[in-house]
């Protein structure tokens, strides 16, 4: 059973700071998911990343997959209130739909 | 708005009720899936729903059935729940199951039982 581990489990900065969170599997993921989940919401999907080495940008945030596509990387510049959330990371098997999550980082920004 | 509508939206019941959790996309997806949020705990998936056809039910206890109709819906029958059984269920949708795309969820049901 692939177990995915999230880092921080928490996290409050000052808005204007730099933060990078991380997510690693027990295994090789088949594609990498970050989701974002504001409280009282559902989960959103921020990006999903494929090759080992990808980097892949979304306005303040980065996205990189490691090499060896056990491990990823999610760093927030200059963060805002609104990046406030829940961030998860989930390996989105083919196999009939099972996916895997991470128990997420929650994040904080204060103005 | 994800496409993927729940309700209700907070449900109270008591352990020796009978409720129903409804979910209905508008994406024309073909799978769709019931996950349970616990504090503390990954989100769980429960059940995959392929072309109407359920193809996976990950050990979840009987007291949880879920009914698939068509494509486009999607229910969970509650009875006699437990407290512990006390979460955020999501639902969610995607074009297929074996094909790896993008979930869209539902806003969830907070559920708690008292």
């Known amino acids: 059973t692939q177990l995915l581990e999230q880092s921080p489990q928490f996290l409050s900065i000052q808005e204007g700071e730099n933060l990078t969170v991380y997510c690693n599997s027990s295994s090789v993921f088949s594609s990498l998911q970050w989701y974002r989940q504001e409280p009282g919401e559902g989960p959103v999907l921020l990006v999903t990343v494929v090759t080992g080495g990808e980097v892949k940008k979304l306005k303040r945030l980065t996205f990189q997959f490691g090499d060896a596509r056990k491990d990823s990387s999610l760093h927030i510049t200059a963060a805002q209130p609104g990046d406030t959330g829940l961030y998860l990371c989930?390996?989105?098997?083919?196999?009939?739909?099972?996916?895997?999550f991470g128990d997420g980082t929650t994040l904080t920004v204060k103005p | 708005e994800t496409g993927v509508t729940q309700t209700p939206r907070h449900l109270v019941m008591g352990m020796t009720n009978k409720k129903s959790l409804k979910c209905e996309q508008h994406l024309g997806h073909n799978a769709m899936y019931w996950y349970k949020q616990s504090a503390k705990k990954p989100l769980e998936l429960m059940f995959v729903?392929?072309?109407?056809?359920?193809?996976e039910n990950n050990s979840v206890p009987s007291r949880f059935s879920p009914e698939c109709p068509n494509s486009s819906h999607l229910f969970l029958h509650l009875h006699t729940l437990q407290p512990e059984d006390s979460a955020l269920y999501l639902c969610?949708?995607?074009?297929?199951?074996?094909?790896?795309?993008?979930?869209?969820f539902g806003q969830g049901t907070r559920l708690t039982v008292v």
């Open positions: 989930a390996d989105e098997r083919t196999n009939a739909g099972k996916s895997t």
């Open positions: 729903y392929n072309f109407k056809e359920q193809t």
């Open positions: 969610a949708s995607s074009q297929q199951a074996d094909l790896g795309t993008e979930a869209f």
